[in-house]
């Protein structure tokens, strides 16, 4: 057990100083203490793995860190340690990455800054994870706030940084606001700071503290309405900061939420179903926003949301089969979506690494201006496609696996006895089998497009493999989600989750044995009765000698189906506006025409609610500077009176 | 395991030798209806045969995606005739049989296909691929809501076990309205009119076809067997669910040799019916279509409400 603290600090301290070698070779030319820094981190990253898999096996280790009279409380359970993994594999990832991403920065100060703020933000998240009281909890909390918020403003220069940090900033802010308010209320309740169960609750106090938590935890999730802040922060930070944050911080958040919901005494039916509601909307609406990006950063940042929504259904399964008292199901729905939230965590890192690459290498994150890059960047696009096939939810990988554990406790749906949750049960599946369609509809358009065909740029012709760092870090990723989904059945085997094989998951060992021997068999046997010759030529193009890139389909041209069987979600508005020389419109001047989509959530709900703060403020500051003394006193002379008389008369 | 073993020798070898007729059959139906002789029976066949003695054919502008999509879309569709009992059922089995994995196994082949079609930089193949994936994914929800209904009536999630279920007792009247709803299906997933029209080339209103016009040769050939083998299948799962009758659980020769028999009627007879269903409906303008799929996602829907209610 010490010897399992000592790792544990040896990480830490390997950690501290990650982030403080950078900083003091801060204007150094070389890029040794760079290198060094990050090999540290992956050190701790290693380090935390061993020692939260010993966690997670045997037991709970409790200690403290004492800080100049100030005592942090940590205490590492079996889901606390879970989380740990998560963090350290895709920090283990991202550190092998950045050994050569963050070469590419154009100043010195720049590039060590990256690697210090990136460990910072990591050891930020292992201890929000590994606290155990309300005070450590919400100081590490703003910690991870404010480093990621540095991280986001990386690019400080560019004005579009400007605001989504800002953007950003204000959200994490609300979220922390929500927070520390159901904070005070578990204090005042526990009279103490100690993560301990909640007993003797009134209902609509436990409802007031679940609700605020929920929003807190919502807000940093980006769960929809609340997840405005995804797309724009994400494509405004570097990506390697990009997969940490869609990977982890949104999953810091998750485990929030379910370590307070666990604390939480009987729970109450509306909950779990204001959680399904919310997954089920979050990941359609995610996905459909998703269909409709070209910047490939913005469509990875809204399948993010897609994916907690997923999270969030599997949470809302769990809630509202316990309280129906289905111990079963409900441990089932809980395990998917804590296997979930680990594949997406993997898949979402991964893809978000290598579509950094082609950024790195692109200059642009449009995606109509890639194309062809599999000839040039084979394993970036191996690693893709990898990640793409992972987050579609296909066989044999690992996002399947989990989507297939949720589907299987939904169609159970018929052992609740109230007819309107089965009904709601019911929609919720079948909008959630379509989300899990269209994902395969926008990844294989954000495959398609970026690595298919023929370049669409000069700059996507002239595209290079990018170095073996770059490789090797999503490729561990890659392989764990190859991993985790074929040898799923074994994993639950050896962490015993009997319920899962009994509740007939597939083993998808045998299944992708069996189909690695039919396909050879098929290969095999095409070999010697198929013609083997092939020659390579023109693709077809209707008569045309030879094709170049403009006749391809273009990304929008992709998803325009889509489009306009969603028309009523997106909204679309043609902007015609043309001038002519004469009055009757007959010698065209000079016109504009554009496609604009409706932006619900920012029009209807973000703006009125901004336009009604700064209505208020502009009454006050009227009051607080144009209005002169004179009138004050008055105001104070009748309020006064009116005092004196409330009090005076009316009481009495 | 020797029983599954059985199974999978039996299965294999139906749907390999077999589901390229029922493509004739539909053709040859809707000849005669129009008034024509029609190709001959075998057509499909010879097709086939023909398209793996040719060269094959691949774009300057392609990557390996177009030359291993066919081997992966096709080992797709065998590993799936592993899900289906045609004719015998084997004992339960944890591995295959399961509903969700048999879906998304349907959807990795159009996945990688659908890539094949972008991979040769062709318009067409572009526009194929883009319409194919947009009404494979509107089909979604009535897909699962359908096997939900499925698994709500047999209280399982396994087509071994639902197959059984359906073959041992008689009294799901209402299963009955999920008929057109899985007819929709059954269209939409072969590619037939009215949602797409397999005999088209080179017209703005084909989806699969587009989709797999740069493959030739036996790459060709292999989407085209992989697409005979799906229908069958899904033929398999309509008429094993609904008439169940004659499916043998045994493994007696006899018993399996009627049990043949018995299957190549109902399902031939449903091939006939697909066909006459074809000659009496138009093509659908392609963004009518999810109208379509609308209606049988309430039909279904409504399936389930009854028997909740009820």
Known sequence: ?652 | MNNFLLFAVVNLTLVLFLSPLYISVIKKVKAIIQGRRGPSIIQSYRNIFKLLKKESLYSHNSSFIMRVAPYIDFTGSLLLSLFVPLVFIPNNSNVFGNIILFLYILMLGKFVIALSGLDAGSTFGGMGSSREMSLSAIIEPTIIVVFAAVVFSFDSINFFEIIKSSLLSQNHIFLWLLLIPFIIIFITESSRIPVDNPETHLELTMIHEAMILEQSGKNLALIEWSSAIKQLLLIGIIVNIFIPIGISTSMNILALSIAVIIFFVKSLLFAIGIGIFESNIAKLRFFRIPNLFAISYFLSFITILIEVLL
């Open chain 1, 1 to 652: 057990m010490i010897f399992y603290v000592m790792i544990f600090q040896v990480s830490i301290i390997l950690f501290v100083l990650s982030i403080i070698i950078p900083l003091i070779f801060i204007n150094v030319k070389k890029s040794l203490s760079r290198t060094l820094s990050l090999v540290m981190l992956i050190l701790a990253c290693v380090g935390l793995l061993f020692f939260s898999f010993s966690v997670l096996m045997y037991e709970t280790i409790n200690f403290q860190i004492l800080l100049s009279g100030f005592t942090f409380k940590f205490s590492i359970d079996s889901l606390a340690s879970f989380f740990i993994i998560l963090i350290s594999l895709i920090a283990l990832s991202v550190g092998i990455y950045s050994i050569s991403y963050c070469e590419h920065f154009e100043s010195e100060i720049k590039k060590n800054l990256l690697v210090s703020l990136t460990s910072f933000f990591i050891l930020s998240m292992v201890f929000v994870v590994a606290s155990q009281d309300l005070i450590s909890f919400l100081f590490f909390w703003e910690l991870m706030s404010i480093s990621s918020f540095m991280l986001v403003m990386f690019d400080y220069d560019k004005p579009e940084t400007k605001k989504a940090g800002i953007f950003y900033f204000v959200m994490t802010q609300i979220s922390t606001i929500f927070l520390i308010f159901a904070f005070v209320f578990i204090y005042t309740h526990i009279n103490g700071l100690e993560f301990t169960q909640l007993e003797g609750l009134s209902a609509p106090v436990a409802s007031l503290i679940f609700l605020s938590l929920t929003v807190g935890f919502a807000i940093k999730a980006g769960v929809i309405p609340f997840h405005k802040w995804l797309p724009y922060a994400h494509p405004a930070s570097p990506s390697s900061i990009s997969a940490l944050m869609s990977g982890v911080m949104i999953k810091v958040a998750i485990y929030g939420f379910l370590r307070f919901l666990f604390l939480l005494p009987e729970q109450q039916l509306w909950w779990g179903i204001l959680i399904l509601i919310a997954g089920t909307v979050s990941a359609l609406l995610g996905v459909i926003y998703a269909l409709k990006e070209h910047d490939i950063k913005r469509l990875l940042a809204y399948h993010s949301i897609e994916n907690i929504g997923i999270i969030l259904l599997g949470v809302g399964l769990y809630m509202v089969f316990s309280f129906y008292q289905f111990g079963d199901l409900a441990m089932i729905s809980l395990f998917a979506a804590l296997f979930h939230t680990l594949n997406h965590a993997l898949f979402k890192s991964l893809l978000f690494l290598s579509a950094g690459s082609v950024v790195h290498k692109m200059h642009t994150k449009n995606i109509e201006e890639m194309g062809g890059l599999i000839k040039k960047m084979p394993y970036t696009a191996l690693l893709f496609l990898i990640g793409a096939i992972s987050i579609s939810a296909l066989p044999p990988f690992n996002g399947f696996v989990s989507e297939l554990m949720i589907f299987q406790v939904f169609l159970k749906f018929s052992v609740l006895s109230s007819p309107i949750i089965k009904i709601i049960l019911l929609l919720s599946l079948s909008l959630f089998a379509l989300t899990s369609a269209l994902a395969a509809v926008c990844f294989v358009k954000a495959f398609g497009i970026i690595f298919l065909a023929s370049p669409r740029s000069e700059e996507a012709e002239h595209a290079k493999e990018v170095n073996l760092s770059m490789i090797i870090g999503p490729a561990i990723l890659a392989i764990l989600c190859i991993f985790l989904g074929i040898f799923s059945y074994q994993i639950f085997q050896v962490i015993g989750l009997k319920i899962g094989i009994r509740f007939g998951l597939p083993n998808l060992l045998i299944v992708s044995t069996i189909a690695v021997f039919l396909g050879s068999l098929t290969y095999i046997l095409m070999k010697f009765v198929g013609n083997n010759k092939s020659r390579v030529t023109e693709t077809w193009g209707c008569g045309i000698n030879s094709q170049n890139a403009s006749m391809e389909y273009t990304a929008s041209g992709f998803s325009q189906p889509v489009t306009t069987i969603f028309k009523s979600i997106y909204q679309p508005k043609l902007v015609n506006q043309k001038s002519f020389y004469d009055q009757e419109g007959t010698f065209f001047k000079e016109g504009e025409a554009k496609v604009t989509m409706i932006k619900f959530f920012e029009e209807y709900l973000y703006m009125p609610i901004s336009r009604a703060i700064s209505q208020v403020s502009s009454i006050l500051y009227y009051l607080q500077n144009k209005v002169e003394l004179y009138p004050y006193i008055l105001a104070n002379f009748f309020a006064i009176i009116v005092l004196l008389l409330y009090l005076g008369v009316i009481i009495r």
